[in-house]
């Protein structure tokens, strides 16, 4: 019976190593938005299927970092008021429920806005 007893905390710790080694994966994407102008950009805000992130200002050639979760399928779109005061709205590519990977938003000179996706869905 002792060696019964004792094989029990064993036996949970074996579960729970291959509990988190086989599956139990989210997928998540890291977003980095980086200011490519002279001038700082101003409530910067993400909105994705799901949720939404942002930041006060991004400094120029600064750049900000956050790593989400898609609930749902949608186009991105990114929002920022530039120097002029001049509230600029940029849409996206689409993103599907279940990808990760990367996204990279550059917010260039000229508010032009390029978008460097590197997702993959998962199984």
């Not at 086989?22 to 102008?37: L, P």
């Not at 900000?64 to 002029?84: E, G, I, M, P, Q």
Request: charged letters at 20%.
């Amino acid at each position: 019976m002792r060696a019964s007893v004792r094989s029990i905390p064993a036996f949970c710790a074996l579960a729970a190593v291959l509990f988190l080694l086989c599956g139990c994966r989210s997928a998540w994407i890291q977003a980095v938005i980086v200011n490519q102008q002279n001038t700082p950009v101003n409530l910067v805000e993400v909105d994705y299927a799901g949720g939404s992130f942002g930041v006060q200002s991004i400094a120029p050639g600064a750049s900000f970092h956050y790593r989400f979760h898609l609930l749902d399928s949608d186009k991105v779109t990114l929002a920022f008021t530039d120097a002029s005061y001049r509230n600029v709205k940029v849409t996206g590519p689409e993103l599907e429920k279940g990808q990760s990977g990367t996204l990279r938003i550059e917010i260039e000179p000229g508010n032009k806005v390029a978008w460097q996706p590197q997702l993959k869905k998962n199984k």
